[in-house]
């Protein structure tokens, strides 16, 4: 049997809400590639061979702006690749990914890599050695290269069915999240201690007054994404808070807010 | 300042064994390259955008006789780039990477990917689902195609200065080493209650009689890979047990031997 992916027959429904969602305000996707880029200092680069073929290499790297700094020797194929054509893409994956791989977020960052000069170069240099400290044993090696990826083209995927690109504008304006990588213990601790506030704002907020419990999947500056559970099935919603949130010292007042109005209204 | 590769000046110089190392067989490339691809299930594919340029994208695979069976969706980028031009790669971190990320292996598999048919469609398709487990939900999909790699080239990176590459045929002769994964508890065990063992098989055979300690780092199907400290400085050496091993359940039987000859040398 085959199946539309839009059309998934025997998979599970999902319930729609039954009032409006308050505010469904979340990360761009260029703001969702910043998060990701910004999380971790490893990934892979696709590069080309002589002839033309797509050649995938485990990289590290570092951020300028959002921009990955490579720093790679001329000896490694991935290295003279980039010598003779510049076009090239990163891949990278969020850390800490889920047991089920394609749940996770990870992101595509496409464009040039250049050598840069002067006093980019510097700071490219510092970008690179603040994200990956071991490079100070090979950096200042002849055979290295210090590139920059100007990225022209984004790709986001959050998880299943989540996913958006991005422009190299949107992505150049965007900062990464300041709450995403800093909220898992408090993300535990509303699932652990405020159970009763999470499904009071899923029921007056999220769009689901039939809500029987509700669970914190993930709280960035926006809002928070709540699992819900439903007389009519399972289904992801999102509460806004009232306003953004600059650091994970903020989620607190933000949630207090939402359960607050939540049980006045 | 700037230094060339093989001549790193400040960096710390490596002493040179003082007599034979008496079993340095250490796996292949093909067999380094088979086993970091059976350790997990994901890697990053790169394949060719519609103008040619190289696209990394975050993928699931299974092993069919050692070669990546992907799962991928047309309505993805990935997927309309495998339709167009077969020609792909795709690089496999292994799991646990050590802090310092180049340390680590990796390997990259490159080749032209093909939709199998008949029997091997279906080994194909159970070989993925084997390996991802959730794409039972979207593998029947009729928007989803089933590649298998054919791997023709292979490029295996064990960590700082170990790396070499390995043949389409080779890579399909070879199997996954079937101790590295399974030995982080003997290893464990090893540097814990038998330092004096490791340093006297170190001795003995290891090439380093003035060592005065010995870590081992990695046990494979052939032997030990150990860190030696000298009063000449640090280095890293082999003993090769006296026959390889085709399980962890040999592992001890084989070391004791080891330190059983060592003392009696």
């Known amino acids: 049997m085959t199946l539309d992916h839009g059309d998934p027959g025997d998979a599970p429904s999902v319930p729609p809400p039954l009032t409006a969602v308050a505010n469904a305000a979340r990360p761009s996707a260029a703001e969702e590639a910043r998060t990701v880029a910004a999380a971790t200092n490893t990934g892979t680069l696709a590069s080309l061979t002589a002839d033309g073929a797509p050649w995938a290499s485990f990289v590290t790297y570092g951020l300028l702006e959002g921009q990955p700094v490579l720093c790679v020797s001329r000896m490694a194929e991935h290295g003279r690749n980039l010598l003779a054509d510049p076009r090239a893409s990163i891949a990278v994956v969020a850390p800490d990914a889920p047991a089920d791989p394609l749940a996770g977020a990870r992101v595509t960052l496409a464009g040039v890599v250049e050598a840069p000069t002067g006093a980019e170069a510097e700071a490219a240099r510092e970008a690179h050695l603040a994200a990956v ?35 190299a504008q949107e992505y150049a304006a965007a900062a990464p999240d300041p709450v995403i990588p800093n909220a898992r213990r408090a993300v535990a601790h509303l699932n652990d201690d405020h159970a009763d506030a999470l ?26 994404d709540l699992r819900v559970t439903t007389p009519r099935g399972m289904v992801v919603t999102r509460v806004g808070y009232f306003s953004p949130i600059d650091s994970i010292g903020e989620l607190r007042s933000a949630t207090v807010e939402l359960t607050r109005r939540a049980r006045e209204a």
């Open 133 to 167: 400290p071991a490079a100070k044993y090979y950096i200042d090696y002849s055979d290295f290269t210090l590139w920059v990826l100007r990225v022209r083209r984004v790709r986001w995927v959050g998880g299943y069915g989540r996913m958006d690109s991005a422009s």
């Open 199 to 224: 499904l009071a704002m899923t029921r007056v907020f999220g769009g689901y007054p039939d809500a029987t419990a509700a669970t914190c999947e993930r709280a960035d500056r926006y809002g928070l």
